[in-house]
């Protein structure tokens, strides 16, 4: 399994940037797949998730309205689509999937918001 996240960077309150996840080393359509986040100082959180066929999303409270989650699964790809970023929303941004009762993590991309 191999997942690698891309996308993130520096961006300014109220900027936008749209992170990628390219997953291999699985079938990609067959599974939930999730972003969390670990902000500097603080546990992992779940971002959003997005179910195998992409029907049905869930996000955190935090991001509601601002951050949209979709895939793409003839690409093998799922990515987050964050608007309105706040400086609360620097952090490390990981791709994850779950099988078999195993996590399976990205490196993670870093995306900090500030002036």
């Known amino acids: 399994v191999q997942l690698v996240e891309s996308g993130g960077g520096l961006v300014q309150p109220g900027g936008s940037l749209r992170l990628s996840c390219a997953a291999s080393?699985?079938?990609?359509?067959?599974?939930?797949m999730s972003w969390y986040r670990q902000a500097p100082g603080k546990e992992r959180e779940l971002v959003a998730a997005?179910?195998?066929?992409?029907?049905?999303?869930n996000y955190a409270d935090s991001v509601k309205g601002h951050f949209t989650i979709s895939r793409d699964n003839a690409k093998n790809t799922v990515y987050l689509q964050m608007n309105s970023l706040e400086p609360e929303d620097t952090a490390v941004y990981y791709c994850?999937?779950?099988?078999?009762?195993?996590?399976?993590w990205g490196k993670g991309t870093l995306v900090t918001v500030s002036s």
């Open positions: 080393g699985f079938t990609f359509s067959r599974y939930i």
């Open positions: 994850n999937v779950r099988f078999y009762e195993v996590d399976y």
């Open positions: 997005i179910t195998s066929a992409g029907g049905i999303t």
